[in-house]
């Protein structure tokens, strides 16, 4: 009798390919680097205009830098899942019994590392720019809160974008979903950054609070995104 | 059968309907007439009968979408006909929060001076109403029935996991709106005796408009599946026919 034996591999290691495949895509594509970041600062510019006054963008650079990466995160999920979709990859995927758990973990985790990046970016154009002050304490706080936000993003992102990819009209109806949901992110990443920042006389300690419930955020939703997403990508 | 309509209605909705047709001209007397005027508001007080019973019948339909769309995914038997409930009380949700917060504008600008504060339960409303456009537009994705039935099932549910939270972290950024009063033993407000009574005739007469409104909209919404389906048989008839043609 032939002794074969299919192991099934783990979930994690499932989410861990998935990830790297993800992130390879993008190293070869460079559509963050070349397209989405570019995108992002000229976000930070057009907002200088809009509000032209020193004073004013030093204390509202925080929610600045949280708007842009909002924006910048419907262009990188349309563009992570219209890479699925265009061959009917996600249904390969789907066909290959991927468990769509590691398909939601390993799909945000990437995503998330994307947002980090870009929000370095962002960061690195609110320092110089809008003249904000960060110091090595305010730093740890904006580090901590841009991790934090970026994995709850990456979560929701996935989620929402799984919902949207392959439907009439993706590109209107992602931001109409995906906005609303990520509120929270933006009210508690703002604040936690304000007091990285010193903006408005926010002392640091008053960031960790915030930071605190973009930690909630992001474990509710890497829950009930492995949950919830199975059914919504399943055509 | 060709020019013949399929009516939504039966004995029981006809029955509904004339009570609360009966119930509307109670409220409209009541509220523009019979109740007292506020002292401090005026008259501007009666916007209260409209906007509270307004918001009511919202949380009651986006409760009723959610609860179907549970029973919808958890059934061995996927009815489709709880996916139309759901749609129907979503849409219906989705006009009533439009009315309480137009009427809670309009109330607003007379009483507070200003058409809207960003305060916590404002912005929550305004949360609450884009969220099930969002549902209603996922509703209108196309694709298979169950296709459909499914994917706002679990959009449902997650958009009952959203607003809590959207509402919690928008109240500790920022909170001027009064607390509730009528739902809140703990504050001194009381309303005059007969202004309470309007308020729940008009949650009553609401609810009941609501249920009117549920039932007929269901029905229509499954003439409306029907319709699409009808259509698609007809096209696969008529490919089969030119099949045989060629």
């Known amino acids: 009798m032939s002794d074969t034996y299919t192991a099934t591999p783990s979930l994690l290691k499932v989410a861990r390919t998935i990830m790297i495949k993800d992130l390879r895509t993008e190293v070869n594509s460079r559509v963050i680097l070349n397209q989405v970041a570019p995108f992002s600062v000229v976000i930070m510019i057009l907002f200088a205009f809009a509000l032209d006054n020193d004073g004013i963008l030093q204390r509202v650079a925080p929610g600045l830098v949280w708007l842009a990466t909002m924006f910048s995160m419907l262009v990188v999920v349309q563009r992570t899942f219209a890479v699925e979709t265009a061959d009917g990859a996600l249904d390969a995927l789907r066909v290959a019994g991927v468990d769509t758990r590691a398909l939601f973990l390993g799909k945000s985790v990437a995503l998330g590392v994307q947002l980090c990046a870009l929000d370095v970016v962002l960061v690195a154009t609110a320092f110089f720019l809008y003249n904000v002050q960060l110091e090595l304490s305010g730093l740890l706080v904006v580090f901590v809160t841009v991790l934090l936000a970026c994995i709850g993003l990456g979560f929701i992102g996935t989620l929402y974008g799984g919902l949207a990819a392959g439907a009439r009209g993706r590109e209107t109806l992602l931001p109409l979903l995906l906005l609303p949901v990520v509120a929270p992110v933006l009210i508690g990443a703002t604040r936690a950054t304000e007091a990285g920042f010193n903006s408005g006389g926010a002392e640091v300690s008053e960031g960790w609070p915030w930071s605190g419930l973009l930690l909630i955020f992001a474990v509710i939703f890497g829950v009930v995104g492995s949950v919830a997403f199975g059914p919504l990508i399943d055509e | ?246």
């Open chain 2, 1 to 246: 059968m060709p020019g013949t309509s399929t009516p939504t209605g039966t004995r029981a909705t006809r029955m509904l309907g004339v009570v609360t047709l009966a119930f509307t001209v109670w409220l409209v007397v009541f509220g523009l007439v019979v109740s007292a005027e506020d002292v401090v508001q005026g008259s501007t007080v009666r916007m209260m009968y409209v906007h509270v019973p307004s918001i009511w019948v919202a949380y009651v339909a986006f409760a009723l979408t959610a609860v179907v769309s549970a029973v919808y995914l958890s059934g061995k038997n996927r009815s489709l006909a709880w996916d139309r409930v759901a749609g129907a009380s979503a849409e219906i949700g989705v006009l009533f929060v439009a009315i309480s917060l137009i009427t809670g504008s309009l109330w607003g600008r007379l009483t507070w001076g200003t058409y809207w504060v960003w305060d916590a339960r404002l912005t929550s409303t305004a949360f609450l109403f884009i969220t099930y456009i969002g549902y209603l537009a996922v509703r209108g994705l196309g694709g298979s029935f169950r296709q459909r039935a499914r994917r706002s099932a679990v959009l449902a549910l997650l958009a009952v996991l959203e607003i809590p939270l959207v509402h919690f972290s928008v109240v500790i950024w920022r909170s001027l709106h009064q607390e509730s009063t009528v739902a809140n033993s703990g504050t001194d407000v009381e309303l005059d005796g007969l202004m309470l009574f309007t308020l729940f005739l008009g949650i009553v007469t609401f609810t009941m408009l609501f249920a009117w409104m549920v039932l007929h909209r269901q029905r229509a919404l499954a003439l409306q599946d029907a319709v699409d389906s009808h259509g698609l048989d007809l096209a696969i008839k008529q490919r089969q026919q030119e099949a045989e043609v060629r």
